[in-house]
């Protein structure tokens, strides 16, 4: 039932969705360049690499020796207003479609974080990641990685068809209201540097 709900809900998305899709990547194209897209390798399903596509939200601007500034210096007005409102996130409908992503599920982070993760953060790859998830309802980024990673297992034990579909009406209204989209002192989200109790730590 989910993923066919998944289909039949991306798909309608896209259909309703397209004439402003196509819109927001003029707009990136005017505002900030190519690519439109932003596109990334990330840990699906079993950790399993794949693509994800985003509208682009930052510039690629560097430093003399060449080296990208840090995401707040490269973050512009128009970036922010994308990132704050999620519109950034429309074309993941089509990883979604591809059977990348699930509409719910742990948001896809960065392959490099994968051999940090201790066991037990590591279920959150047990489902397909999704556009929206139980810990983007609950805090989102303004959340510590290990509440972060406890919401996500959480729903991992814990999903349902039900479930999703509060999570999803969750989402809207917070979208809405446009909570949670930084934490504290940082533009997105600080690097994910392993656990504090040694299990996945980097050091």
Do not use: C
Request: glycine share 8%.
């Amino acid at each position: 039932m989910k993923r066919a709900f998944d289909i039949v809900a991306a798909g309608l998305a896209v259909i309703v969705f397209a004439p402003f899709i196509a819109m927001i990547a003029l707009l990136v194209r005017w505002r900030l360049g190519s690519p439109v897209l932003f596109r990334q390798m990330r840990p699906g399903k079993d950790a399993q690499p794949f693509e994800i596509l985003k509208f682009r939200s930052m510039t690629d601007t560097r430093d003399t020796e060449g080296r990208l500034l840090p995401d707040a210096d490269r973050l512009t007005r128009f970036g922010r207003f994308l990132r704050s409102s999620s519109l950034d996130e429309l074309p993941e409908l089509w990883n979604v479609l591809k059977g990348d992503m699930s509409l719910v599920g742990p948001r896809p982070l960065l392959m490099e974080y994968l051999p940090l993760y201790s066991p037990d953060q590591a279920r959150r790859h047990d489902v397909r990641p999704g556009l929206t998830g139980w810990a983007q309802i609950n805090g989102r980024n303004a959340l510590s990685w290990e509440q972060k990673f406890a919401l996500d297992t959480w729903y991992v034990d814990n999903r349902s068809f039900w479930l999703d579909i509060k999570i999803i009406g969750r989402t809207i209204v917070g979208v809405l209201k446009r909570s949670g989209i930084s934490a504290q002192g940082e533009a997105t989200m600080p690097r994910f540097t392993g656990t504090e109790n040694g299990k996945g730590n980097s050091a």
